[in-house]
């Protein structure tokens, strides 16, 4: 078989439309050409997702929130701090999250003096959002790959 070294942007068009051609052509490389293509990609991604969240979702979350009565992100801060600190450990970390969220209703029923009824529809809300948000990007990126599979 013929490989060839890719260009950046044939890469990304490779793995979008031809996946495996393209992964046939990146097999030859050094790991040195991956952890490069990874990096732009998580630079890429860290700003774009900066720049949507202060833009869109900040706006989302906050409005969510008002409409509920919580207006700040204190209680996220704060409430995430075992997630932070343990969030990464295998297998264990898993559980973390969910005592994240038990702390930010607390928080969020503290800082704001609503009831714990409130705040855990606050937390709820802020989720139910973030997973429709995920499942329209899903959806476009999987509508994305297929027309562009279908030429």
Do not use: C
Request: positive net charge; glycine residues 10%.
């Amino acid at each position: 078989m013929d490989y060839r070294r890719l260009s950046f942007g044939e890469k990304v068009k490779g793995f979008l439309g031809a996946p495996a051609n393209t992964f046939n052509n990146v097999e030859a490389e050094a790991l040195g050409s991956a952890l490069k293509y990874f990096t732009i990609w998580l630079v890429v991604y860290a700003i774009l997702r900066t720049v949507v969240f202060y833009t869109l979702e900040r706006r989302v979350f906050q409005t969510l929130w008002d409409l509920l009565g919580v207006g700040d992100i204190k209680a996220f801060a704060y409430g995430n701090t075992p997630l932070f600190l343990f969030g990464w450990i295998p297998f264990v970390g898993m559980l973390f999250p969910l005592w994240a969220w038990v702390l930010n209703i607390i928080g969020i029923r503290q800082l704001h003096e609503i009831s714990t009824g409130r705040a855990i529809g606050a937390v709820l809300l802020g989720i139910v959002a973030l997973v429709v948000i995920v499942v329209l990007i899903v959806l476009f990126v999987v509508l994305l790959v297929v027309v562009l599979a279908a030429g």
